[in-house]
């Protein structure tokens, strides 16, 4: 099927192909035609026809601009698309396109993309986004990407060992891993309320980045065991993250304020407990 020109006959074999093998659901990829080439959109007209399917959607640049109202203008006009893919909403694209291709068609934006990966299409929700575009966030999307991401008992464990300041740079390693399935972190900022406007509040993923390598160029005594870095230590970790015994010694400071600042937070717990200001949890 590779070398065949016959595009009726690509979609033909691809039907008998899904059919043979059970499946109930088949995905026709149109990409790479322009609306200005009428001769493309004609045969986009007779797979149409001859596939009569159940979804037209048509997938659009949010970079594009203005422009994309044309060509949602013209494909549907010419195909009476069901739906729009709008992609790229993780860039500088603001969503404006969106608000004019549904105005020109009609049509719902039925999906966004936010990422080059298979699970950054997401459904599109048009509060949202409208929250995003004036800067109010998106907490709710946020909240759906970690109870995604983050593994419920893996949580649980890492507050079992909050509570009893037993957190080492293994569970510190782990809680970055799972970070990292969130998404870029300028992404993440975009979707809390205020902060998309502003611009350097923390370490961004080339420097989340650094923080892993160096934890990984650890062995497995140094990440449970941090008391034990000397001198001679963090100058081979320095040099088998590519890093600098500085920045080494940075993370270690900051991994002792972050246990010192989890005790405390412990102590003040359990005393508040004792009052009675805060229910006992069960085991």
Do not use: W
Not at 19 to 29: E, H, K, N, V
Not at 91 to 109: E, F, Q, W
Request: one cysteine or more.
């Amino acid at each position: 099927m590779r070398d065949e020109k016959d595009v009726m006959k690509i979609c033909r074999q691809a039907v008998s192909a899904a059919q043979a093998q059970g499946r109930d659901t088949l995905i026709f990829d149109t990409a790479g035609r322009l609306h200005i080439d009428e001769e493309l959109v004609q045969e986009l007209v007779r797979m149409r026809d001859l596939l009569a399917p159940k979804e037209i959607l048509l997938v659009a640049d949010a970079a594009t601009g203005q422009e994309a109202v044309n060509i949602a203008e013209h494909f549907d006009k010419a195909l009476k698309i069901t739906g729009i893919v709008l992609t790229k909403l993780d860039g500088d694209a603001r969503g404006g396109a969106a608000l004019s291709m549904r105005t020109v068609t009609g049509k719902p934006i039925k999906f966004a993309g936010v990422g080059e990966k298979l699970d950054d299409l997401e459904p599109f929700y048009a509060e949202r986004m409208a929250g995003r575009i004036l800067g109010m966030g998106d907490v709710v999307g946020l909240v759906e990407k970690a109870q995604e991401a983050f593994d419920l008992k893996n949580t649980e464990e890492m507050q079992q060992k909050i509570a009893n300041q037993s957190l080492n740079f293994d569970d510190f390693l782990g809680q970055l891993q799972q970070l990292k399935k969130l998404g870029p972190l300028e992404n993440l900022l975009g979707m809390l309320p205020g902060m998309s406007k502003m611009q350097d509040l923390g370490p961004g993923d080339s420097q989340l980045k650094r923080v892993e390598a160096i934890v990984q160029s650890m062995t497995r005594e140094e990440r449970r065991r941090p008391e034990i870095l000397n001198a001679s230590r963090r100058t081979r970790i320095a040099r088998g993250s590519g890093t600098t015994v500085a920045e080494v010694n940075d993370l270690l400071k900051q991994f002792g304020m972050m246990k010192r600042m989890m005790k405390d937070m412990g102590k003040m717990q359990k005393a508040m407990m004792r009052k009675g200001a805060l229910p006992k949890l069960a085991p």
